[in-house]
């Protein structure tokens, strides 16, 4: 399913692979984050062919023009979680709010391990 808006452009839409990858980036560049996991069956066959790579670990849902996700990853070790999560939540909400134009409901962060 695609978000959909409108504006005095004309008519915008945006797939969620579009927005699970975006969403991946900018995880991944994010300070603390070693490793994206993949969440469910179907993410970890395409991680075994490769096929998009950078929305691993990253769930998106959409209701109505409000956007849903939720991030699988592995955090460096030594760092405070709640720092690092903290500062997750607010890249990856600004980075999809700006390149969408749609409301980030909610960025839920599952730390499934940490690493040196």
Known sequence: MALRTR????SISVSEEVIASLAGHLA???????????????DTLSDLFKRNAKSRG???ATKGDRI???????????????????????TVKYGLEKFTGMIVDSIDVHVVGVRL
Request: hydrophobic share 40%; glycine share 8%.
């Open 7 to 10: 504006n005095s452009y004309g």
């Open 28 to 42: 991944s560049e994010c300070y603390g984050v070693v490793d994206m996991v993949p969440y469910g069956f179907s």
């Open 58 to 60: 990253v769930r998106i």
């Open 68 to 90: 849903y996700v939720d991030l699988f990853v592995v955090f460096k070790y030594g760092l405070p979680v709640s720092a690092v999560a903290s500062s997750l939540k607010s």
